[in-house]
């Protein structure tokens, strides 16, 4: 179950092998949502980001990285 009071903010996108969906939050974190677990596993989050994420992008040759930005235009590159 996932509580969808939270997804109210900004634009989900698929992440590389449609495994995982990326949705940022108002809590000012972007949540990593299993598509087989349909649940959230993974929270990104960095005590630098001051805002909330708007817009995320994944990097479509290299996996493993994802950017967000803010509406102030802050970025927030994230790799694993």
């Not at 929270?43 to 040759?61: D, F, K």
Request: charged share 20%; hydrophobic share 40%.
């Amino acid at each position: 179950w996932i509580d969808l009071d939270r997804l109210v903010f900004g634009r989900a996108i698929w992440g590389w092998d449609d495994e995982y969906v990326f949705v940022p939050n108002m809590e000012r974190t972007i949540d990593v949502i299993s598509t087989s677990k349909k649940s959230i596993c993974h929270r990104l989050s960095s005590s630098l980001m001051t805002t909330i994420p708007c817009r995320l992008a994944a990097h479509p040759n290299m996996h493993s990285i994802l950017a967000g930005c803010s509406a102030g235009g802050q970025v927030y590159i994230w790799q694993q």
